[in-house]
Structure formats: C-alpha cells, structure tokens
C-alpha cells in the first residue's frame, strides 16, 4: 500500500514569490492535514481537512496561505506572497479513522527556504 | 489548551541498550491519547505508540514501552535494547477527544552509537 506522497520534496524561492506544494494522502483516508515544522519544533497543525470540508484552519494565516482538497482526495498548499519566515518543513498527514486513537500517516515533507 | 513537555538535550546511547524519553503533558481533558512519532534524518513521521488516558495497561509493541502515570502526566517512552537505526528525533504528541488535532512536544535526538 502506497503512504502519503508529497512533492516536491524541497523547494528554494526567493521571498515574496508564490510556492504551492502538494499532497496525496494514503487511499480511502477521509482525514487530511497540513503541518508546519519549524527547525527544532514539532510539527503545528495549519488547516485539516474532512473529506473536501476544512474543519480545523485556525493556525493557518490567512492573509498569505491558501489549501484546497478538491474532490476529498488530494490536496494543495499555497504560499503567496512567501516571507523568510515561511522556510520550514510542510508535511501531510492522512488518517481514515474517528475518536482518540487516530493514528495519522505522514509524508516525508516538503523542505522549504526562503531566501 | 494541551501543551507537551519535553525538555532533554540530545542523548547518545550504546547499542543493546535501553533508553527512556522523557514526556509530560498538560491537559484539562479527561479524555485523550498520548503517541509517540519517530522522525529520522529523511524527514517522515513513523507512529510508534499509542495510549489512551484510560487504559489501565501501559502500552507495549515490540522494542517499545510507554511508561504512562496518569497522576504526574508523564509519558515515557521506553526503548529497549537499542538499535543503530533508533537514532532520530522522537516526538511525544496528544489528540483529545472529538479533536483530531495532535499537540506535539519539540522532541528528543537520540543517537546510538556501536
């Protein structure tokens, strides 16, 4: 069975340009989610989705990024304008499952700088 | 609000041997389950363990042990005769019910050395 495919696997930009980076989560997994990992942090959940419905953006920033799910299956994150702020590790998730154990599947994530 | 603790430098272990990764937790839920990820050099996030705030048992798989006491909202994890491919990052991490969100700690390097 395939796991989370995320491409492209690293990405340098200078700022204020756009940056999308995209997701394919494991089949039949209903649950998406995009984090951020910043150096030496855990991952921060940005925006998580059910199906093609966001149900959890709060921490995503609104004035800069964007997601999409189109048709509940894959998915895309966009940076527009980038800042050099934004260079972190962008992962997705994917679980298929409700309730407390939840186990989430990740990618091997997107390494972003920007210069 | 949830907040995971963990706050050990980085720990060089002797292959064979066991390590204990320190995790503590906050939470005002009654409800919730405590995970532990594996991150290695390559960047993905590998579930090791899992276990629920009222699972009377601590939880077990293979290498791994979760030292749960609930009382001291501490999760250790227990990794038992240590392997050259255990070096990573470990991350303790916490979903509350009706809340897929995970909290996670900022993690613990360990490195095992032959």
């Known amino acids: 069975e395939a796991g989370v495919v995320q491409s492209p696997r690293y990405k340098i930009i200078e700022k204020k340009q756009p940056v999308a980076f995209w997701c394919n989560p494991i089949s039949g997994h209903n649950t998406l989610y995009w984090y951020r990992q910043n150096l030496g942090q855990g991952p921060e959940l940005l925006i998580r989705y059910e199906n093609e419905e966001a149900v959890d953006d709060s921490q995503l920033p609104k004035d800069r990024f964007s997601a999409e799910r189109l048709k509940g299956v894959d998915s895309t994150l966009k940076i527009q304008p980038a800042e050099l702020g934004d260079s972190a590790v962008y992962l997705c998730a994917s679980s298929g499952g409700q309730g407390l154990r939840n186990e989430q599947f990740f990618g091997p994530g997107t390494r972003l700088t920007v210069l | 609000a949830q907040k995971i603790t963990q706050t050990q430098p980085g720990m060089f272990v002797q292959e064979k041997e066991a390590v204990t990764l320190d995790c503590t937790y906050d939470?005002?839920?009654?409800?919730?389950?405590l995970f532990w990820y594996k991150q290695p050099s390559s960047g993905e996030m590998i579930f090791l363990i899992y276990?629920?705030?009222?699972?009377?048992q601590n939880a077990t798989e293979g290498r791994y042990s979760l030292n749960f006491q609930k009382a001291r909202k501490s999760a250790n994890l227990v990794i038992s005769a240590s392997q050259l491919g255990d070096s990573a990052m470990y991350f303790c991490a916490m979903s509350s019910y009706g809340n897929n969100r995970l909290a996670f700690g900022k993690g613990n390097q360990v490195v095992v050395i032959p």
């Open positions: 939470t005002s839920d009654q409800s919730y389950g």
């Open positions: 276990q629920g705030s009222y699972d009377e």
